[in-house]
Structure formats: C-alpha cells, structure tokens
C-alpha cells in the first residue's frame, strides 16, 4: 500500500493502536455479528467441490 501521501508521524503510527483499545472495540474487531455472517454466507460454496 502506498502510504507516501501521509506525514512522517502518520507513517509511524499507521497499523499501531494510538492508545489501549477497550473491550467494544476489540468485540468490532474480532467478533462476526449477524450482518457478517450474512455476508459470509452469500460468499459460500459446496465444500464438495473442493475435495
């Protein structure tokens, strides 16, 4: 990814938490809700045909 455009800072910072993240945002971050696994379920397809 071209991160040219962002300032020296903004370069060091980018990928890194900016402070200690609190338990809703970890929840975002690596829980599915039922919009997510709708999603998902529109991308499946037969196992079988994998084998």
């Known amino acids: 990814m ?11 910072q980018y990928g890194r ?3 200690e993240p609190d338990e809703v945002e970890l929840t975002g971050c690596f829980h599915l809700d ?8 529109t991308r499946r397809g037969d196992i079988s045909l994998l084998k």
């Open 34 to 41: 039922n919009k997510d696994i709708a999603l998902i379920n």
């Open 2 to 12: 071209d991160i040219d455009f962002l300032t020296a800072d903004q370069r060091y």
């Open 17 to 19: 938490f900016t402070c």
